[in-house]
Nanobody
C-alpha cells in the first residue's frame, strides 16, 4: 500500500508564501494524476491543483496565477508552491495520487493565513 506524507503547512501572513510537499512511499512513475485538494471548515473538499503523468496541470480558478504544482519523480514527491496567500486559502490541504487501480490520500496539513 502506498503512503503519502504531507508537510510544509503552517501559519503565514496574508501575502506570504508556503511550499507544501507530499512524499510517497513508492515510485510515482505509474501514477496517472497527482493532486492537491483542500477543505476549509464547514466547506466541501475541493480540488486546488492537479498534474498528470504527462505534466499537464490544472488549477482551480481561485488559485490560478498564485499556486504552482510540480512533481519530482526521482524523489517521489509532489509539491504545491503557494504565493500571494490570502485568508480564503486557510484550509487543511490534502495530497491525492491516482493510480490505475487505486486512489491514495495523505493525512492533510493545515495552512492558516492571517490578515
Amino acid at each position: 500500500q502506498v503512503q503519502l506524507v504531507e508537510s510544509g503547512g503552517g501559519l503565514v501572513q496574508a501575502g506570504g508564501s508556503l511550499r507544501l510537499s507530499c512524499a510517497a512511499s513508492r515510485s510515482l512513475s505509474n501514477a496517472n494524476t497527482m493532486a492537491w485538494y483542500r477543505q476549509a471548515p464547514g466547506k466541501q473538499r475541493e480540488l486546488v491543483a492537479s498534474i498528470t503523468k504527462d505534466s499537464n496541470t490544472n488549477y482551480a480558478d481561485s488559485v490560478k496565477g498564485r499556486f504552482t504544482i510540480t512533481s519530482d519523480n526521482a524523489k517521489n514527491t509532489v509539491y504545491l508552491q503557494m504565493d500571494s496567500l490570502n485568508v480564503e486559502d486557510t484550509a487543511v490541504y490534502y495530497c491525492n495520487v491516482k493510480f490505475v487501480l487505486f486512489n491514495v490520500w495523505g493525512q492533510g496539513t493545515q495552512v492558516t493565513v492571517s490578515s
